[in-house]
């Protein structure tokens, strides 16, 4: 039996052992699981760009549809990846100020950088849905995607246009949901910096 299994559950030391949870709430969980999802598409994207290789340099017979159906991958990837970041608070910030502050800044630096977030999701969002209805509709208004011009030509410009509209809606959802928690005086989880270092 080791030293960690001899701890009991409430031991302060065995709560010390098992990394944060990074997410603020069950919806940034269920994000986070489906960022996992999501990451495959790179994997997809890498595993056709291979088979292209083959096609083309093996026995001369490149693809009409591996580059767009990659670009439209790693795209898709991308756009999801922002409320995946998001989720477990992993996202890009200076912490100069915000680790020298005390508790009660910190929350009132997390009610700060949370408004902010919800305001740049949500003029994001409108530019998003502005941009999604362009590329869905045409002059008249009528159902109409977007395609990509070229021999193929999928509707691909469009099906990007609107992963990007979804995941600025989810974070928007996210950000109102973290302004809620903030303002309630519950603080943004501090992900471990050395978290995966040797």
Same mark, same amino acid.
């Given at each position: 039996?080791?030293?960690?299994?001899?701890?009991?559950?409430?031991?302060?030391?065995?709560?010390?052992?098992?990394?944060?949870?990074?997410?603020?709430?069950?919806?940034?969980?269920?994000?986070?699981?489906?960022?996992?999802?999501?990451?495959?598409?790179?994997?997809?994207?890498?595993?056709?760009?291979?088979?292209?290789?083959?096609?083309?340099?093996? /026995? !001369?017979?490149?693809?009409?549809?591996?580059?767009?159906?990659? &670009? +439209?991958?790693?795209?898709? *990837?991308?756009?999801?990846? #922002?409320?995946?970041?998001?989720?477990?608070?992993?996202?890009?910030?200076?912490?100069?100020?915000?680790?020298?502050?005390?508790?009660?800044?910190?929350?009132?630096?997390?009610?700060?950088?949370?408004?902010?977030? /919800? !305001?740049?999701?949500?003029?994001?969002?409108?530019?998003?849905? &502005? +941009?999604?209805?362009?590329? *869905?509709?045409?002059?008249? #208004?009528?159902?109409?995607?977007?395609?990509?011009?070229?021999?193929?030509?999928?509707?691909?410009?469009?099906?990007?246009?609107?992963?990007?509209?979804?995941?600025?809606?989810?974070?928007?959802?996210?950000?109102?949901?973290?302004?809620?928690?903030?303002?309630?005086?519950?603080?943004?989880?501090?992900?471990?910096?050395?978290?995966?270092?040797?």
């Amino acid at each position: 039996m080791t030293q960690a299994s001899r701890r009991p559950e409430g031991d302060p030391a065995a709560a010390e052992a098992s990394p944060p949870d990074p997410a603020r709430n069950a919806f940034d969980r269920a994000i986070m699981g489906g960022g996992r999802v999501a990451a495959w598409l790179v994997l997809i994207a890498m595993v056709i760009s291979v088979y292209e290789v083959i096609m083309r340099y093996g /026995f !001369g017979s490149p693809t009409s549809w591996v580059h767009e159906s990659v &670009v +439209m991958l790693v795209a898709v *990837s991308f756009a999801l990846g #922002g409320p995946a970041t998001l989720a477990c608070n992993r996202h890009i910030r200076v912490r100069v100020i915000y680790d020298s502050a005390g508790p009660r800044l910190r929350l009132w630096l997390d009610r700060f950088n949370d408004l902010v977030t /919800f !305001g740049f999701c949500l003029a994001m969002s409108y530019a998003a849905f &502005v +941009m999604f209805w362009g590329a *869905s509709h045409n002059p008249l #208004g009528e159902w109409q995607l977007e395609r990509s011009g070229t021999s193929w030509n999928p509707p691909f410009p469009a099906l990007v246009k609107g992963v990007i509209l979804l995941a600025l809606a989810i974070m928007c959802i996210q950000a109102l949901l973290h302004v809620v928690q903030s303002l309630r005086g519950k603080p943004a989880p501090t992900p471990d910096d050395t978290e995966g270092a040797a």
